[in-house]
């Protein structure tokens, strides 16, 4: 399966950088709960400066909302909407062991990171405006379509795995009880955000070698690379990202 941004979104918007991660032998029976605390620290010193709506990673975001026709603050790109519930109820809900690491990780770093069943994605997944025949299923079960010119995950079978970029994920693909393979995605939008990226996808592969003793596979994106393919069942060979902490 090949993951990237299609061109035109690319040429929209040049600050671009994706983190992405494959990891396989997820489950639901790992405690996270320290290792997610420590980002979740980190979250609340850069929160203790001021709102999340200040931060550059955020403002970015905004922008690119505001580029599209939405109004970013009723549609928040998915690290603010962390990081507004951090600030206002002081934790963030847990949902499964890797979503709560991911979350945590997302609101330390201030950029949108998601996480898909690769079993529940068909073929290959590029990021790019819908044509509005996409399928896309919401977590109360229903189907929607997202409207042309909205960003999405579409895979090869025409389902949508997001609404409104990175807004919210799709039913479809959550991951959930059962899930065992897994792709990570990270995007930023605000300029240098590459070596944040960098960090943040070292720091996953970290984590997720540490807690689930997972294979991965992971690569940073950019317009000089921007494409990722998943290796086969069994073949973790992916463009290397050196483990590091913030």
């Given at each position: 399966m090949q993951f990237e941004?299609?061109?035109?979104?690319?040429?929209?918007?040049p600050d671009l950088v994706a983190?992405?991660?494959r990891a396989a032998g997820i489950t639901a029976t790992v405690d996270v709960s320290a290792r997610a605390a420590g980002y979740l620290a980190e979250a609340r010193r850069r929160l203790a400066d001021?709102?999340?709506?200040?931060?550059?990673?955020?403002?970015?975001?905004r922008r690119a909302y505001a580029a599209m026709g939405l109004r970013p603050t009723r549609y928040r790109c998915a690290a603010e909407a962390l990081l507004?519930?951090?600030r206002l109820d002081g934790e963030l809900p847990r949902v499964h062991?890797?979503?709560d690491l991911c979350n945590a990780i997302s609101a330390a770093?201030?950029?949108?990171?998601?996480?898909l069943d690769l079993d529940r994605v068909d073929g290959d997944l590029v990021v790019r405006p819908a044509h509005g025949d996409e399928a896309y299923l919401s977590f109360a079960g229903d189907t929607e379509h997202p409207e042309p010119g909205e960003v999405t995950f579409v895979d090869s079978a025409?389902?949508?795995?997001a609404r409104r970029w990175t807004n919210r994920q799709s039913g479809w693909s959550a991951v959930r009880a059962g899930t065992s393979s897994v792709l990570i995605v990270a995007?930023?939008?605000?300029?240098?955000g590459e070596p944040a990226v960098t960090r943040l996808v070292a720091d996953l592969v970290t984590e997720l070698t540490d807690g689930w003793f997972a294979p991965t596979a992971a690569a940073v994106l950019t317009a000089a690379a921007p494409r990722f393919r998943t290796p086969a069942a069994g073949d973790d060979r992916g463009q290397a990202v050196s483990p590091g902490r913030r």
């Open positions: 941004h299609a061109p035109q979104l690319r040429e929209a918007y983190g992405v991660v001021g709102p999340e709506s200040g931060f550059p990673e955020i403002q970015a975001w507004r519930r951090l062991p890797l979503v770093y201030a950029i949108p990171v998601a996480a025409g389902r949508a795995h995007e930023a939008l605000h300029p240098g």
